[in-house]
């Protein structure tokens, strides 16, 4: 009966090892589950949204890695990162945060914002005046921001916020002339985002740091219930914004 037991008992022990490692392998070089904690990228992330991000997309780095161990010397396999992608990487002034906002930017490249307009090689990115955003916050007050489609010049178009007009504290800066090997990134929620406009806290990306590209919505709730709370789902869940892609 023991020897029975013990036999059980290592055949589970296999078990969870292989579901372990081949989890590991999924998240290395396949798809890596993310939350939003902060509101950087409203209008097109919310904060509660859980997404896949995916690994192969730039090629992998040391950041690929679980603990991001150095066993990945620079990036491999590598493939440039395109103008409007919503993209995963680790804050360059720690190298363990994860960070995630729009690729604006690429190497070569002169970034501006003037009077609140993007500025790229010295030509102003067009963008149209759409309806205010509407959001309700967790007492029921009803805030209305300003909200426009920004084209950027390869033609991918999102949309941004603009809390303060023209006239937030990132709205009038320097010239960013985007270094070899570098990105320049920025938040849909221009007014709110700490990103590429902000050093050294966050500045230029160096291609090594790019984890992957965010794709698909799976989850998003209010932050009303937890994820765990299922008879709560109903009135927390937002349905509408289940399995949608990231644009």
Do not use: C
């Not at 680790?90 to 995630?100: A, C, E, F, Q, V």
């Not at 050294?200 to 994820?227: D, H, Q």
């Amino acid at each position: 009966m023991k020897s029975k037991n013990k036999g059980g008992f290592l055949e589970t022990l296999k078990t969870v090892v292989y579901a372990v490692l081949i989890a590991m392998v999924v998240r290395t070089i396949g798809y890596e589950p993310f939350n939003i904690p902060s509101g950087s990228m409203i209008p097109t992330l919310l904060v509660g949204d859980y997404l896949f991000v995916s690994k192969f997309s730039y090629g992998f780095s040391k950041h690929s890695l679980i603990f991001s161990l150095p066993l990945i010397p620079g990036r491999i396999w590598y493939t440039e990162p395109k103008r409007g992608d919503v993209a995963v990487f680790k804050l360059p002034s720690d190298n363990s945060t994860d960070y995630i906002k729009r690729i604006i930017g690429l190497p070569g490249e002169k970034i501006q914002m003037r009077n609140g307009r993007l500025f790229i090689n010295g030509k102003i990115v067009q963008r149209e005046r759409l309806k205010d955003f509407v959001q309700t916050s967790p007492n029921g007050n009803i805030k209305m921001t300003a909200r426009y489609k920004e084209i950027l010049p390869n033609g991918k178009s999102h949309d941004i916020l603009e809390e303060w007009g023209d006239k937030g504290p990132l709205d009038n800066t320097g010239v960013y002339q985007v270094p070899s090997g570098h990105y320049f990134a920025m938040g849909d929620n221009r007014d709110n985002s700490q990103d590429s406009r902000v050093r050294p806290e966050v500045g230029f990306i160096p291609k090594e740091n790019l984890v992957g590209r965010a794709e698909i919505l799976f989850f998003s709730t209010n932050g009303k219930a937890r994820i765990w709370e299922i008879w709560n789902w109903p009135v927390t869940v937002r349905f509408i914004r289940l399995f949608k892609d990231i644009i």
